[in-house]
């Protein structure tokens, strides 16, 4: 059903205010300019209406969920459809009163949804105080079948488990977004940032490698205060890998960008011929994989 | 009952050449040597005893293949209860005729074998004709508690497995080896030869990343001919890496050597609590782990 051997994808790395309407304007003006530079499928960093509210809990940000469909992908909606193409938007979704999710929203090029996927691993760290806003998601890993290329969406913390990025591509995704807001802590950057975004870096690398398939991370930039006067300075870095674990585009730490990049679907095919990994998988040996922990050692 | 903080590990990367009793010594040697400079676990290559056979479909070099125990694991077990250290050893196993393992053993420091990891996921590409040769694993993955830690085993074609790494760290291991026998074919060197070595050191970093674990790869080096006219060119690159995905070692393609790292138990505790990958992952959505392939496009 999908024929044509390239398919484009856009990210757009951004800075984000308080101000959501600013926000969600920047996010459709930089849909639209990887829109016109022929991205077929545009993915949004995670949560991009808002700064990073999970810094600090309070409970008046829950103010900024909203149901899907609502404004935010309303608003994407009708961009996607302007320029025919895929978008997809990461979401802080009302599902209830009292219950919300970091819910990614793959919206097709006629303005209607597609689907959505629910953050699925939340983490729960000083800064990133996410359990605190978000039901870990109840809908399992996805692919979904756009009109230019089986997508697959999983959000930030996620990239930490192979897991979901094999169940993913196991789905039959061609390519992974990986919508993000990771950032280094002030006191650390020195010390730690470089292993810390290198480590980052090389998870999106494997992910790519060990299941032929193409990467495309896009996180946050700029430096956010929270209100109890640390903050987190995002690390930008977005990037698009081949099925092969190199670099088609590498964003720097700090600038704004809209990114354009081509894939080829052949090239899946070709790297998984070369480097048969899904021949040889031991599926009658990794039913542990569903257990808390293995150890002989432990109870 | 693990007290010490500190374990140091010892990796022999050596070419290999016909004669297996030169190759045996030079094993045994290196095995002297990490464990004079304080080496308390030591590991060797993949298939050491021989040149990498596998290049062609040969049935006489079954002859290479030994009953466990036998000749070359009493030889390491002496080797072993003579430095009072563990050793690792990859050995063509002939378990019954007709049916054979590449298989990795664990001796204590006592000599006695403390346990076996038959190759699990067994590779079948040019040059690199395993699946005639051994019988997939059935024992699963697994952890081997020894005198100085809880040691895993993974070989070669294992390495791009990450369901392999995970389900021997959940046994416990806090580190696992992977004897391998890598190396470029010729033709493809210049144009693929910095993109493969590379994704194979992004897959090992990913496992330490993934699973807060510490990791020493060590591979053969140096030309072997093949019967055909061809070969491989082995290319090192033996490693240690720490629970961060960082360097603590990495040879050259080109020269044998015996290393000797030092690993600190603390630091995994450490690296977990900073990165509680643990924590958060999401067991019960993992069971389509077990199956071939989840696409709702294929049957």
Redesign the interface.
């Known amino acids: 059903m999908l024929q044509d051997d390239i398919f484009k994808i856009g990210l757009i790395q951004m800075k984000c205010h308080q101000d959501s309407k600013a926000n969600l304007s920047k996010a459709i003006s930089g849909i639209d300019q990887a829109a016109n530079q022929g991205a077929q499928i545009v993915c949004l960093q995670e949560l991009f209406l808002t700064p990073y509210f999970c810094q600090v809990q309070d409970p008046s940000f829950f103010e900024h969920a909203e149901p899907i469909p609502g404004p935010t992908t309303d608003a994407l909606a009708a961009c996607a459809k302007k320029n025919s193409c895929v978008v997809i938007g990461s979401i802080f979704e009302k599902r209830a009163p009292g219950l919300y999710h970091n819910t990614a929203v793959v919206i097709g090029p006629d303005g209607n949804i597609i689907g959505i996927y629910r953050k699925?691993?939340?983490?729960d760290?000083p800064l990133f105080y996410e359990k605190y806003y978000f039901t870990?998601g109840d809908l399992?890993?996805k692919?979904f079948?756009t009109p230019f290329a089986?997508v697959g969406v999983l959000v930030c913390?996620d990239q930490?488990?192979?897991?979901?990025a094999?169940?993913t591509a196991?789905?039959?995704a061609e390519i992974i977004f990986y919508p993000t807001a990771i950032g280094w802590h002030s006191h650390e950057k020195e010390i730690y940032g470089k292993?810390q975004t290198?480590?980052w870096l090389?998870?999106h690398?494997?992910h790519s490698?060990?299941n032929g398939i193409y990467i495309a991370a896009v996180n946050r930039t700029g430096f956010e205060k929270n209100s109890m006067g640390g903050g987190l300075e995002f690390w930008g870095n977005s990037h698009v890998l081949n099925t092969?674990?190199?670099y088609l585009h590498l964003s720097d730490s700090q600038n704004e960008e809209v990114i354009v990049s081509s894939c080829s679907r052949k090239l899946i095919e070709e790297t998984r011929r070369n480097?048969?990994?899904?021949r040889?998988?031991?599926?009658?040996?990794?039913?542990?994989?569903?257990?808390?922990?293995?150890?002989?050692?432990?109870i």
Chains 1, 2 share one sequence.
Do not use: C, Q
Not at 280 to 298: M, P, Q, T
């Open positions: 699925m691993h939340i983490p760290d870990p399992g890993f692919s079948k089986e913390w930490w488990y192979p897991e979901a094999r169940l196991l789905e039959g292993s290198d480590a090389t998870m690398r494997s490698i060990a092969y674990g190199s480097w048969p990994f899904f040889d998988r031991r599926v009658d040996f990794y039913k542990g994989i569903s257990s808390r922990w293995n150890s002989k050692n432990s």
